[in-house]
T-cell receptor, first 113, second 110 residues
């Protein structure tokens, strides 16, 4: 595996379910990110981890809960979501925070019914 | 307010018809700008970083340029495989200072 890998690729969940998104990076980077991508909107930063410490929480509702056990793995735990949370969730990594370009996975397409 | 605006929203070109995509930005303490390509069903793929006005980067049929207010992605003699959404993102200082545009959806017709 190379680059940034996200699983699952697609997820359909009810509003009362609990699920988790997984991200793994094989680039040796030390920063990892969760972004939300909705149609006709700019990418929205959700969370940033630098050396597995959370450095940014961009006013994200508590129904989204991130976890970063090490610099290579990132999770997004989901519970009691709303239909408006349906979107493409992208994980990214970078070497350092600030100047370095982000490298993205192919995302998880989430549908909340 | 820090923001990035991309135009046009969508662009259709005949194969071989060169054109440019625009990315204008108002980001305080700008440190640079990224260009990405995103294919349907995939994540954004990194193309270029530009750090200062006057800088240019090239890759195959793509050339990115930067001024103090905007960046251009020039596509020379495009091919159908260049069809994608192109995103730009301007960054200032810190992790929360990366601002994405909404992208230009490019379609190249054979």
């Amino acid at each position: 595996e190379t680059g940034v890998t996200q699983t699952p690729r697609h997820l359909v969940m009810g509003m009362t379910n609990k699920k988790s998104l997984k991200c793994e990076q094989h680039l040796g980077h030390n920063a990892m990110y969760w972004y939300k991508q909705s149609a006709k909107k700019p990418l929205e930063l959700m969370f940033v981890y630098n050396f597995k410490e959370q450095t940014e929480n961009n006013s994200v509702p508590s129904r989204f809960s991130p976890e970063c056990p090490n610099s290579s793995h990132l999770f997004l735990h989901l519970h009691t979501l709303q239909p408006e949370d349906s979107a493409l969730y992208l994980c990214a990594s970078s070497q350092g925070v600030g100047n370095s370009p982000l490298h993205f996975g192919n995302g998880t397409r989430l549908t909340v019914t | 307010e820090d923001q990035v605006t991309q135009s046009p929203e969508a662009l259709r070109l005949q194969e071989g018809e060169s054109s440019s995509l625009n990315c204008s930005y108002t980001v305080s303490g700008l440190r640079g700008l990224f260009w990405y390509r995103q294919d349907p069903g995939k994540g954004p793929e990194f193309l270029f970083t530009l750090y200062s006005a006057g800088e240019e980067k090239e890759k195959e049929r793509l050339k990115a340029t930067l001024t103090k207010k905007e960046s251009f992605l020039h596509i020379t003699a495009p091919k159908p495989e260049d069809s994608a959404t192109y995103l730009c993102a301007a960054f200032g200082t810190g992790a929360n200072n990366l601002f994405f545009g909404t992208g230009t959806r490019l379609t190249v017709i054979p």
